[in-house]
């Protein structure tokens, strides 16, 4: 029983996470969302008895994927906002 | 389930809710990041012990790998705050 409301919490958790980063503004802190979406999901596949699979998603989740996207967000811009206002003046 | 498990994943529950209430307020980018790498450290520790109760010691090379490989990102995004990188 205890078992199964943790489990609850943890994809409550899970869903939030996602529904954050997608909404959120500011691309750096939709990044930080995507890591904990890739941590709890690792931990989903880790009790789901596949070991392997959550060794994957934890070695491109939360170390590939988020590095690329931080240089990413290095090389161009932060704000989203400020990529729609740029899109704007040139229409 | 012995009960010492039940105390110890409620515990883990709880600290995961209050450091994701943590990532949703925080107003700079330090509390997110923070909160992050604490939440982290919770789930490693809780695959830690679930490698335990399950009695499989293969379980524990993913709770390595998140170690190690968790600390490399945090390690990128600090340094991005403090426009390093």
Not at chain 2, 7 to 32: E, H, N, Q, W, Y
Request: hydrophobic share 65%; glycine share 4%; proline share 1%.
């Amino acid at each position: 029983m205890i078992a199964v409301i943790i489990i609850i919490i943890m994809a409550v958790l899970l869903l939030a996470a996602a529904i954050y980063s997608v909404i959120h503004r500011d691309l750096l802190f939709a990044v930080l969302g995507t890591g904990i979406v890739s941590l709890i999901l690792s931990l989903f596949f880790y009790l789901l008895q596949a070991p392997d699979v959550a060794l994957t998603e934890a070695a491109i989740g939360i170390a590939l994927t988020t590095i690329i996207f931080i240089i990413t967000i290095r090389n161009t811009t932060r704000d989203e906002d400020e990529i729609i206002d740029k899109e704007n003046e040139k229409l | 389930m012995n009960i010492i498990y039940i105390i110890v994943f409620s515990l883990m529950a709880i600290g995961s809710v209050l450091t994701f209430i943590r990532f949703v307020k925080g107003p700079r980018s330090a509390d997110r990041a923070v909160a992050l790498d604490t939440l982290s450290i919770i789930l490693t520790s809780a695959m830690v012990l679930l490698a335990l109760i399950f009695d499989r010691y293969i379980y524990i090379d993913v709770a390595l790998i998140y170690a190690v490989l968790g600390f490399v990102g945090i390690i990128v995004i600090a340094r991005f705050i403090e426009k390093a990188l």
